[in-house]
């Protein structure tokens, strides 16, 4: 790891502790959540216990396989991509591997002892991760074998994006550094300014026709051209007020969903904004949400607050249609949409399926003993995860 990227592990590290302990404790503080004595703020501050219910999906295993290991140790979020088939997941300590998606068979592994932390993103015949020293690989996505490498000034925690002959990488200094996908030489890169505290984590960039979308730790998403990095315009999510820095976190941790000219974004201020894509202008704002990805569904968008509360907000006016609190303090990743139903992730390694219509619980499935961080990923009608301790699965709704 370089020298500049040291001091900002270890501060994110202890954010991110602290922003657990504030989530499973809810609204008592954190000095109450190790008190001893009253057991009704303690029960309080525990997370949910599951729940029996009447199942109303049935989900399927279609396969299991191993990424690799070694996410806990650094509290990074690693998730698989899936493209032209095939899934692709990285580990800090298992390079990166490709599976068949229809059947998890191993179609190739790349093998390095370098730690790749950034996840793999996935594109125009390429697979791209970054690592925790700041080293950019580019992979064959036929056959893994290295096509170039590169180099920024960061560690890189979140998964490139690939598109229109570009690949972008988003590492933790806050900077996104554009690189031809062909020959792997910098094209630009433009630098957004940190606050002091921060969640640890952060997503990929996000593509649009000449755009590329960025969430950012201080709240805010910005466009920036894909032609030069030129900004074309930003936009608060969550507004860094209070006391405290810890107060004052507002970190827009999950990608900005892009769904045909509105893009939606999720601040850890519990704040969703919709914006007009090409403009920047928001078209509506709602108190409720989170720092992790949204799910967008046809007619509502799906987000999970910092408290474990899953919220439906209404695609076209962010009223809120539906909340499920049974998975408070449960630690939840960001959200997806498999069919009609929304799926999230949480702690133990369970995912659970909420019904699109009224948030009722339909299903649940254990991937295995370590949290689920990364929102689960759906393509094809599969629906693709990973957890902290590289355990993959997909999973189908029948």
């Known amino acids: 790891m370089n020298s500049h990227s040291i001091p900002r592990a270890r501060v994110v590290l202890r954010v991110a502790f602290l922003a657990a302990v504030v989530a499973l404790s809810g609204c008592s503080t954190v000095k109450g959540w190790f008190e001893v004595g009253d057991k009704s703020k303690k029960a309080a501050s525990k997370p949910a216990e599951l729940t029996e219910f009447t199942p109303s999906a049935t989900v399927s295993r279609m396969w299991t396989a191993k990424a690799g290991s070694g996410e806990p140790l650094i509290g990074v979020i690693q998730a698989p991509t899936v493209a032209d088939g095939r899934v692709y997941a990285a580990a800090i300590e298992g390079g990166v591997r490709a599976f068949d998606l229809q059947t998890g068979a191993s179609v190739w592994q790349y093998k390095t002892k370098l730690p790749v932390s950034g996840g793999p993103g996935a594109g125009e015949g390429l697979v791209v991760v970054g690592t925790l020293d700041g080293d950019v690989i580019a992979l064959d996505a036929a056959t893994g074998t290295e096509k170039w490498t590169a180099k920024v000034n960061s560690e890189i925690i979140a998964a490139p994006t690939i598109g229109q002959n570009t690949v972008l990488v988003r590492s933790n200094d806050g900077r996104v550094t554009a690189f031809d996908a062909g020959s792997g030489q910098r094209r630009w890169f433009w630098n957004h300014d940190l606050p002091s505290l921060t969640v640890r984590g952060n997503d990929a960039p996000v593509l649009g026709p000449g755009f590329v979308f960025v969430g950012n730790d201080d709240g805010t998403v910005a466009a920036l051209s894909i032609v030069d990095g030129r900004p074309l315009w930003d936009q608060a999510i969550g507004v860094p007020d209070g006391r405290t820095e810890l107060d004052r976190m507002a970190d827009v941790d999950g990608s900005p969903a892009l769904d045909g000219a509105t893009l939606f974004a999720s601040s850890y201020k519990k704040q969703t904004l919709a914006i007009d894509a090409p403009s920047g202008r928001p078209l509506w704002s709602q108190d409720h949400g989170g720092a992790g990805r949204v799910g967008v569904a046809s007619d509502r968008v799906i987000v999970a607050d910092p408290a474990g509360v899953v919220w439906a907000l209404d695609k076209n006016g962010g009223s809120a249609m539906w909340q499920q609190a049974g998975l408070v303090r449960r630690m939840l990743s960001g959200a997806a ?34 949290p689920v961080r990364a929102a689960p990923v759906v393509v094809d009608g599969i629906l693709v995860v990973q957890t902290a301790g590289g355990d993959l699965g997909a999973y189908r709704l029948q």
């Open 337 to 370: 949409v498999q069919g009609d139903f929304a799926v999230v992730g949480d702690y133990e390694g369970y995912l659970h399926w909420l019904r699109l219509d009224n948030g009722d619980l339909g299903a649940r499935i254990r991937v295995g003993r370590d």
